[in-house]
């Protein structure tokens, strides 16, 4: 099998009113993300998400589509989708970085790959080791303390039992809020914090001596991104469990986190470590050194959240047990993108059994979605 066609498809899509993002990296009210479509000699075609936002990783929709069109288009024409090392070694030579682009493609080869052979990525990547419906943690945002109140009382009406709350912006006020939200919902359900690199070590460290009494389970990405002996400060100095996140791109990464001992948890997902097969790795090598992981988001559409379904599904260190993620991001939208859509039911999200990712992209909706402007 030999792939024909590459073509790319800007959308933008607002999200719902109750569920825009406020973080230490600024607030996110429209996503504006890449959808690619996969064509191959077979007549199987495949889809793949570019889930970019700017602020967090440095690439855009324009950026993502004019690599994806000018740079691995031409070179991956001709290949197979089925070999997924080769297709990442071209991509990879091509450019550096631009994860959430190359993660694209790469994720629509899976797809054709279980399209081809009727059945689910999950499969593929070696068979389910736990349930299908994956328990998901609610990614609150730096609100207002009376906002962060009220959402922490309906997530609570919605069933959810782990929450996390955004830190990294203004001390106190981040303080005042963890404190609000841990009143709001009681003893019995987890609470989680997210700085996304806003901080430094010593306020990090200031701040989890201020939320002793608020039962923090979980310190996310405390610390600035690249520095490593930073956030293995703030783990040696806090009693509760250091995430990496922000921090850990690719493999190279995770290994000097590994190195510094800056981590117990990783989060990884498909987007931001380039693909399916790339988080894998990952995971298999903080395994290695008794390092969890759970799966993050960038606020996914349809199409990336399925690869991160299989994957948590599929991948033995994914420890969504004990360290429930993120895989909410379709029900974060005003619309979606499949003709099928992920079920999500509150903190639930169902994973599609279908061939492939299981989802199949309606490209005359992609189409209506695509920007006023290029």
Request: net charge negative; proline share 6%.
């Amino acid at each position: 099998m030999k792939i024909t066609s590459i073509t790319s498809h800007q959308v933008e899509i607002p999200l719902k009113p109750a569920r825009r993002m406020i973080s230490a990296l600024g607030q996110h009210t429209v996503s504006r993300y890449v959808l690619v479509r996969v064509e191959t000699d077979a007549g199987i075609e495949g889809a793949g998400e570019a889930t970019v936002m700017p602020r967090w990783s440095g690439e855009t929709a324009w950026g993502a589509q004019a690599v994806i069109d000018h740079v691995f288009a031409p070179l991956l024409i001709g290949c197979d989708p089925f070999d997924i090392l080769q297709v990442d070694h071209l991509m990879d030579r091509a450019a550096a970085g631009n994860w959430f682009a190359k993660s694209a493609i790469e994720m629509a080869c899976w797809d054709i790959q279980g399209k081809e052979s009727g059945k689910p990525v999950y499969e593929l990547l070696g068979g389910a080791v736990r349930p299908m419906p994956i328990t998901c943690r609610f990614s609150m945002g730096a609100y207002p303390l009376e906002r962060a109140r009220q959402r922490a009382g309906e997530l609570v009406e919605e069933g959810f039992t782990t929450i996390k709350v955004k830190v990294g912006t203004d001390f106190e006020e981040d303080v005042a809020r963890v404190a609000a939200v841990r009143e709001v919902i009681g003893p019995d359900r987890d609470l989680v914090i997210d700085a996304n690199a806003g901080w430094d070590a010593a306020t990090s460290i200031a701040a989890m001596e201020r939320m002793a009494e608020d039962n923090v389970g979980l310190f996310e990405q405390p610390t600035t991104n690249g520095d490593y002996h930073a956030l293995a400060e703030v783990r040696r100095a806090i009693s509760c469990p250091v995430m990496a996140d922000d921090i850990v791109f690719d493999l190279p990464d995770a290994l000097e986190c590994i190195r510094h001992e800056a981590c117990d948890v990783i989060s990884l997902y498909p987007g931001k470590n380039g693909g399916i097969r790339k988080a894998w790795e990952i995971a298999e090598l903080a395994a290695e050194h008794d390092v969890a992981c759970s799966i993050g988001s960038n606020l996914e559409l349809d199409v990336a959240a399925a690869a991160m379904c299989h994957l948590v599904v599929a991948c033995p260190n994914m420890q969504v047990e004990t360290y429930p993620g993120d895989i909410l991001g379709p029900d974060y939208h005003e619309a979606r993108v499949a003709t099928n859509p992920i079920v999500v039911n509150g903190p639930v999200i169902e994973t599609p059994t279908g061939p492939g990712l299981g989802v199949e992209v309606d490209w005359d909706a992609v189409d209506r979605m695509a920007p006023a402007s290029g």
